[in-house]
């Protein structure tokens, strides 16, 4: 695209898809935006609040919309695929949110409408997009750690915000849904060797307890092809109260030459106080005690968005209207992040190893 005017449609007006139009709505290339919400209701609300052009709650229609030129997709994990499907049939470059979808088919017809049309697709995987991890990846592009050998990232929440993604959608459990953040770093830092087999174990209680499916704690390691071993684990069951506002992770990378250690817990800037602090992803939910820079989006501060979501958004729209090289996921990479996270649930549910790519 070399159009110096973007037209942009954000669909879905849940917590994402209100930053991408509130950022949107600041870029100084964007010259027309569009609202959809299955509940017009909050279609209205954010097209209020960000100025926008239109609003509806029929996705359809703000796709279609001859000033739209390029497309959020921002609904709820389940619900990617129509409106992506629909973007691209159109032409008009699609910036989806982790994951390209919950089941591996809809990841597939997506690709064949991809395939059949030559659009442009990217996924949302924001934490491409942080900072510390932007560095890691630039110390692999030099090729620092020589060949790596193995590694490890693990991811912490609280269940207040398991329990506001199930709600949301009950399939969208926190391996599907975040411990792809991490099979996405781990892969993307490792490009070009390809996961070979996962061996998984997990337990249930609190959310199994409350009717889901999903596991309080799942743990696995993932093979590549030439023998490097990556340890990945999830436990987004913690107390309610526990002070993290979104993710509190660390990630290890083990080289022949060289290792790499990355500490994002953010233990090292905590807030106290005793009239609560707001969850950032929770309605109505406080803490008294934050990790404060642990929400995963990032934050705002003196009336900007800053942090990963904000540095992905501005570099998709920064990239629509130069048309310079992006890091954000292709859907290739989005479906084996896929297939992996698909491959975890399966081994931790039978307890048996499972070979990739997966028999479906």
């Known amino acids: 695209m070399k159009q110096k005017e973007l037209g942009i449609a954000v669909v879905g007006a849940g917590r994402i898809g209100t930053l991408r139009a509130r950022l949107a709505a600041k870029h100084p290339s964007v010259g027309f935006l569009a609202i959809s919400d299955i509940n017009k209701s909050n279609a209205q609300a954010l097209a209020e609040k960000t100025g926008a052009d239109f609003h509806s709650d029929n996705n359809f229609e703000v796709i279609e919309r001859p000033e739209v030129n390029a497309v959020f997709v921002s609904t709820p994990e389940g619900e990617h695929t129509a409106p992506v499907r629909r973007a691209l049939e159109l032409g008009k470059p699609v910036l989806c949110e982790k994951p390209i979808a919950l089941s591996i088919k809809d990841a597939d017809d997506t690709l064949e409408t991809l395939k059949q049309t030559g659009g442009k697709l990217r996924i949302g995987y924001s934490r491409r997009y942080k900072e510390c991890f932007l560095r890691a990846k630039e110390q692999m592009v030099h090729g620092r750690l020589g060949t790596v050998v193995g590694g490890h990232a693990r991811v912490y929440n609280s269940r207040a915000q398991t329990f506001a993604i199930l709600k949301r959608d009950p399939h969208a459990t926190p391996v599907l849904d975040v411990l792809t953040y991490y099979v996405d770093l ?161 081994s931790a549910k039978t307890g048996k190893a499972v070979r990739l790519p997966l028999e479906t």
């Open 186 to 346: 781990m892969c993307w830092f490792l490009e070009g060797n390809r996961p070979v087999e996962v061996v998984a174990r997990g337990q249930y209680g609190i959310f199994k307890d409350a009717g889901y499916s999903a596991q309080d704690v799942t743990w696995a390691l993932v093979t590549f092809a030439d023998g490097a071993v990556i340890n990945l684990g999830i436990s987004y069951s913690l107390p309610a109260k526990y002070p993290t506002q979104g993710q509190s992770d660390r990630v290890e990378l083990l080289g022949t030459e060289g290792t790499m250690l990355i500490d994002d817990d953010h233990m090292d800037h905590l807030l106290y106080t005793e009239k609560g602090i707001p969850h950032p992803y929770v309605p109505g939910h406080k803490v008294e005690l934050a990790f404060l820079g642990s929400n995963s989006a990032g934050d705002w501060a003196l009336g900007e968005f800053w942090g990963s979501l904000g540095n992905e958004t501005r570099a998709w729209l920064d990239h629509l209207v130069t048309g310079n090289p992006t890091a954000h996921t292709t859907p290739e990479q989005a479906r084996m992040n896929l297939e992996v996270t698909h491959a975890i649930e399966r």
